[in-house]
DNA sequence: ACTCGATTTGACAACCATTCTCATCTTGCT
DNA sequence: AGCAAGATGAGAATGGTTGTCAAATCGAGT
């Protein structure tokens, strides 16, 4: 079970609600809209040079703070790229994993109950509680092979 | 599927074949032997440490350089921690993942077909090639409940 | 055993992503 | 407007990891 390309396209509104309970300041406002601009997954340094490029004034320190809001909110998905980057991308609000494509980035959400049920029923069978996982698939995709 | 609890535990005779296709030397071959001192995960610097200790002398960078190299050759496993540093340990020849305890650090190795199935069917469905996944499990083991 | 070239090592500098500091600016509220 | 809590930014500090390069080591051939 996979959602049908989900591909998460970039939304056109700008937000102007409260971000992850704080306070909704331009900062804030701006990396979260720079967020919906695209779908696939960005470093946080990425991040902030899309805002500087694009004449908005956000600190470093700031990107990462408010990144790390989100995350904690849930508002977006944090993987760690194999050299150990954190890497940023708004999320929907299921539970889901990601296919992501090794050279160009390109990102699949993918659900699966599968693996859901599967990872709950191993760590159970060795008597762990309070599970959590990360499940990254990587690969080439079509348009670059 | 699971293994039934191959703790991979600790080996006892040190080694003294080459490791990783390289030269055997005093440095990797010490730490080839810490490798088989624990069953799991541990910082290169951790790592660095225990030889240290014991009485090696062996230089932090020549650490990561074997890591390395048994990494490559896939003779240790590697898992980037939540925080985005590198874990290693000696790892069977087949693939797996693991059950981590989050405040112990004790490691299951666990096997699953089911995912391996299920990660290649997705990916395919997708039209990405050359799959390559990552699958940790958190939780808290028995013991530290 | 001895030599020589290729590898490897180690001490330390360099990197680089991320976090911290703290003085200054904003926000939300009254 | 006025204030206290919260947020920001510039830059310093951290900390894991990698690069540098001269000196040490290995091992194949003699």
């Given at each position: 079970m996979t959602n049908t390309e989900p591909k998460t396209e970039p939304t056109t509104e700008p937000r102007t609600t409260?971000?992850?309970?704080g306070r909704p300041t331009k900062q804030r406002l701006a990396?979260?809209?720079?967020?919906?601009?695209?779908?696939?997954?960005r470093s946080a340094q990425e991040i902030h040079s899309l805002l500087t490029?694009?004449?908005e004034k956000v600190?470093?320190?700031?990107?990462y703070r408010t990144l790390q809001l989100l995350a904690d909110s849930g508002e977006v998905d944090v993987l760690r790229t194999e050299d150990g980057e954190a890497a940023y991308r708004r999320c929907s609000d299921s539970h889901h994993h990601h296919l992501v494509c090794r050279s160009c980035g390109a990102t699949v959400e993918?659900?699966?109950?599968?693996?859901?049920?599967w990872t709950k029923a191993i760590a159970a069978e060795h008597g762990?509680?309070?599970?959590?996982?990360?499940?990254?698939?990587?690969?080439t995709c079509a348009a670059c092979s």
């Open positions: 409260p971000v992850a309970g990396v979260a809209n720079v967020l919906s601009t695209f779908g696939d997954f490029d694009s004449g600190g470093l320190a700031t990107v993918v659900e699966g109950p599968t693996v859901e049920r762990y509680r309070d599970i959590s996982h990360t499940l990254e698939i990587f690969g």
